[in-house]
């Protein structure tokens, strides 16, 4: 019988000894992408199971593939597969759920705090020797943006508009209120009475961009929500008005983005998640401006969230090899491709 094998990349951990003792308990070959250096096109035809973190697997891959059962994915959001061909193919395809909701609420909230308060500007400042603490304008020695100077508000002074109210969406709108907010929340696919639950008021998407201080995207990728945040957009939201987005960052017109703080439209942004991040350019002007907080697709990083996704992408992996169908299944439709229930 044909020894069964697991290909794996991992991008943010640095070995997968617990990956290795569970499979090869099971009698499962390991191929390490990142330790060896091999191709994942080649390594994926006969694989049994791929378990992927930032690379594409696209559907030439799939289609090439002779065994795969099942493709699971070290994150939450899934747009790197083509789940459409994985479904056709019969293959399972699993992320990592709610592993790190927690991580990004806390990593939003305090993007949020760091912006509303001005601390990147001011601890700039007090490092090029100016100890400017007039806490109603910025540090204008770092700025050359004359329309920034935007009065830093009281936190119950300001209306917090968070766009996807899902589990990471829900808990940072809990969060907020506890420190003052006032919240409002905008996302399609939730009832509004959940919403008022939490103690968000639900408003459209246009009321979204006019009453909120700062805005916080919390949304998945889809055709529906890729650039949702364009020029137009931006332009609707208040003169001074912050965008947070520890999402996906294709959700965010980065040129539009660009223009928009640029011109003193948006005081401010902080970011988690860039449209390039494989890896970013190093010329992307959002680099070079003052009031851009950028951070390395982190939000989800702790050490207790990053043994909980091991565990959980590793348990999905077995499940499959053994037969059985996985936690977290993103393409349910393949069970009836496959004849299961």
């Known amino acids: ?39 994942i096109r080649k390594e ?58 927690e991580e990004v609420q806390d990593h939003a909230l305090a993007l949020i705090m760091a912006s509303v308060r001005k601390l990147f500007l001011y601890s700039q400042a007090v490092k090029s020797g100016n100890w400017e603490k007039k806490l109603g304008r910025p540090v204008r020695s770092l700025l050359d943006l004359k329309d920034l100077g935007v009065p830093i508000k009281g936190i119950p002074d300001i209306t917090l508009g968070i766009f996807g109210f899902g589990r990471i969406g829900r808990g940072l709108c809990r969060k907020a209120r506890c420190i003052g ?17 939490e103690g968000a008021t639900p408003v459209d998407f246009d009321e979204l961009l006019a009453r909120s201080d700062v805005i916080s995207i919390h949304a998945p990728l889809t055709e529906e929500t890729r650039h949702r945040f364009s020029y137009n957009e931006f332009k609707k939201m208040k003169r001074g008005a912050i965008l947070v987005n520890a999402s996906r960052g294709a959700i965010v017109n ?22 390039q991040e494989t890896p970013p350019s190093e010329d992307n002007p959002l680099f070079k401006l003052d009031n851009v907080i950028v951070t390395p697709h982190c939000a989800f990083y702790s050490e207790r969230s990053q043994m909980e996704l091991r565990r959980r992408i590793l348990n999905q992996a077995m499940q499959a090899l053994r037969g059985e169908v996985p936690d977290n299944l993103v393409n349910k439709e393949v069970l009836a491709k496959i004849g299961r229930k």
């Not at 479904?87 to 990592?96: L, M, Q």
């Not at 996302?187 to 008022?196: F, I, R, S, Y």
């Open 254 to 275: 980065e040129e539009a983005l660009i223009k928009a703080l640029k011109e003193g439209q948006l005081q401010s942004a902080a970011l988690d998640v860039l449209e």
């Open 181 to 197: 907010f006032k919240v409002i929340a905008h996302d399609p696919l939730v009832p509004a009475e959940d919403m008022v639950k």
């Open 44 to 101: 994926a035809v006969d694989a049994d199971a791929i378990m992927i973190e930032t690379l594409e697997i696209d559907k030439e891959i799939i289609d090439s593939t002779t065994r795969c059962k099942i493709i699971a994915v070290y994150a939450t959001g899934y747009d790197n597969i083509d789940v459409k061909a994985a479904t056709e193919k019969g293959i399972f395809v699993t992320n990592a759920g709610n592993y790190c909701s």
């Open 1 to 39: 019988m044909q020894k069964m094998k697991a290909v794996i990349e991992h991008a943010t951990f640095t070995e997968i000894g617990m990956e290795r003792e569970a499979l090869g308990k099971m009698g499962v070959e390991v191929v390490d992408i990142v330790e060896s250096g091999a191709d």
